[in-house]
């Protein structure tokens, strides 16, 4: 049977924009929780159902202990309506937000390293996210400390080596080929999370800019603001690497994944799977053609096994920073 909006009490608006609604939802027949995201996909807001289904597309091919899961998808009416998991503990931003100081080093590394990996399988999927920022990095877990990657509402498969030059994300967070409208390829992600590291370590945003021209003169010619003398000269040379401005430059997500400064938390990260893997514990259900037969199988967690992550940390051939 497919699913319907009346299975479900509509508890809280976790937030709304020109996409639609997103709302925190109870399913009543087992009081479980999830988040449903409703859009508008009539005649008028073509554009609309077309990033609806692009999202699916993209979350359907997406199963990862660090990237939010989708569970199903259906039309009633004009609206199309998107059953994900719910990250309990808020956004990254959030985070940032209540904090008056940076997350230590170690914090922010340990959360980082579980966005690479998300990351990493995203990139594997021929899939580019390009809206990577605070507000899409989802929190879970009892301490809060497990990532989950979301919004797919802009992102685009890969065809070939060069994607869509659409403007999309937070600019912020935009790579400088994004900015300037041209082609860009999975370095564009590698920089939004370069912008995302340095706000992480030091509760700032990593350009000063009074408008959007000046922004994005700050942006293509990298004129980062200083990171504090606190800042580990480690994480300092990560970021600068991440955010250069000429893309060949920047690390691929594969040199990521063998960054020294990065394996020893990603170890961390597999030792601790299989808290990962109960707050992730659910039934992954794929959505059919026509979105309103559904398909139950279940989800299985795709992650680095110990031994290569050991491998990784003693080969001295990895990425050099």
Known sequence: ??????????????????FGKVHLVRKRKDRKTFVIKEQDVSQKAKTS?????????????????????????????????????YASRGT?????????????????????????????????????????????IMLTGHLG???????????????????????????????????????????????????????????????QAKNLKDLVEAVCSSRIRPIEANTSPEVVNLVSKMLRSNPAYRPKIEQLLLCPYLVPYM???????GRIAVSNKFQHHGASQNLNEINPHAVTINCLKYDELAIAKTNQCYFVL
Not at 9 to 15: N, P, Q, R
Not at 102 to 125: C, M, R, W
Not at 151 to 175: C, E, I, P
Request: proline share 4%; with cysteine.
């Open 267 to 273: 170890i961390r990260v597999h030792l601790n799977i």
């Open 1 to 18: 049977m497919s699913a319907r909006t009346t299975d479900y009490k509509f508890e809280a608006v976790l937030g709304s924009g020109s």
């Open 145 to 207: 400390d497990i990532v989950k990657i979301g919004d797919f509402g802009v992102s685009s498969s890969m065809q070939g080596t060069l994607g869509s030059a659409t403007l999309a994300g937070s600019y912020y967070f935009m790579a400088p080929e994004m900015l300037r409208g041209q082609p860009c390829d999975f370095k564009c992600d590698i920089w939004s999370m370069g912008a995302i590291l340095y706000q992480m370590v030091t509760n700032e945003l990593p350009f």
């Open 49 to 85: 159902y077309e990033m609806a289904l692009g999202e699916i597309h993209c979350l359907r091919k997406m199963r990862h202990p660090n990237i939010i899961a989708y569970h199903d998808a259906w039309i009633e009416g004009s609206r199309i309506y998107i059953r994900m998991e």
């Open 92 to 136: 990254l931003k959030d985070l940032l937000e209540r904090r008056q100081n940076p997350l230590k080093n170690e914090d922010a590394l340990y959360l980082f390293s579980q966005v690479t990996l998300g990351v990493h399988h995203i990139h594997s999927q021929k899939i580019l996210h390009r809206d990577l920022k605070p507000e899409n």
